[in-house]
Structure formats: C-alpha cells, structure tokens
C-alpha cells in the first residue's frame, strides 16, 4: 500500500493519511510471485479521487472532504479495461474504458456512485486513429482525457493524443522522444492542488 501526504493550503501544513489496508478495504489481493502492478494515475470527479484495482474489479474511491476510502464495484467484464472517470454535470460520472484486443475507447453516463455496477450500460464507441494498435490512458483534467498510443512489437516512439470531451474528437498532439514507457503526466490534480498552489 502506498502513503498519502495531504498538503492543506489553509493551514499550510502537511499531513497524512490514514494508514489503510487492502484487507480493510475488502480486496483480497494475492499478487504471484513476481508480477509488478502498473501504476494507475487516479482520476477526480465531485471531490472524489478514483483508482482503478488492477486485479479485481473494482474502484478505489477517495472523498477528499472526509479523507474517506471506499469501493465502487465496475460492470463484470472491466477488469481488463483502463478507466477514466470525469465530471458530466448535474451530479453525473462520464465513465470512459479502454478495452485492448482490439484497442476500443467507450464512454457511459452513470450517476454519481455508480448505481446498478452489475449491469452493463449502455455504451457509446469512440473510433482511435488507426496509426497505433495499443492505447493506454494517461489521465484527464479540464475537458480532455489524454491517450498514449504505441505500435505493439515496435521500438517506435509513443505517441500522445486528446480527445475533447465536449466534442468527442480524438486530436494527436505529439510524439514522445523517450522510449515506450508508461508515463504519468503531471495534470488531472484536484483543484487544490494545481500548480499554482503548491
């Protein structure tokens, strides 16, 4: 499990947070020897923080008021999909996932604790340019979820894309000069904790 540090620009302190486990919060994670997790950047939405739990299906959700942890159960067949989760107004979740083989970006409206997680919704497909067959999300802030691409068996360079929420665009903005690794940008924070504030 990973420490939180929690900076508060009221009393311009640092403090952390609880100490919890997998076990109090109801995952029974039994990693084989040998597997690493990869890193999966939360996202934030209505002053929760989200995380997706590789192994099982589940969210992590934090309420950043309280500094209290929960889970969101996900529909049956996300595990294996990278998820974004985004403000759609009126107390409303944007659920974007990315399913892999073959790469399909999808995006469902929820409300927002993501009622009736055992049932499918109905999904709307987002076609990804076809230049690269392997798509990861690196995060979303501001309107835009951001999109890496990269070519499977390939030593070329990964590319970066946006797509416009409002519009539903995919947009590529450019090419990365490091090799074809995950990378974790630095956008998407709270708003408390934008450049600006710390």
Request: glycine share 6%.
């Amino acid at each position: 499990m990973d420490a939180m540090f929690i900076y508060s620009s009221v009393s311009s302190s640092w403090t952390h947070g609880a100490s919890i486990s997998w076990h109090a919060l109801g995952l029974e994670v039994q990693l084989p020897e040998g597997i690493v997790l990869p890193e999966q950047w939360p996202t934030y939405a209505y002053g929760c923080l989200y995380w997706k739990e590789v192994i099982i299906n589940k969210l992590i959700k934090l309420n950043i008021n309280n500094m209290e942890f929960s889970i969101v159960n996900l529909p049956p067949d996300y595990e294996n999909r990278d998820i974004a989760i985004v403000e759609a107004g009126e107390g409303r979740l944007w659920v974007f996932s990315l399913m892999h083989r073959p790469e399909t970006l999808c995006y469902s409206i929820r409300q927002n604790e993501i009622e009736n997680s055992n049932e499918h919704p109905v999904e709307t497909t987002i076609p990804l340019p076809n230049e690269h067959d392997i798509y990861f999300i690196d995060g979303a802030a501001e309107g835009y979820i951001f999109l890496q691409g990269r070519r499977r068996n390939s030593t070329q360079r990964p590319a970066f894309f946006s797509l416009q929420i409002k519009t539903m665009k995919v947009k590529k903005v450019c090419s990365s000069n490091c090799g074809p690794y995950h990378l974790i940008p630095y956008f998407g924070f709270p708003p408390f904790m934008s450049p600006r504030r710390m």
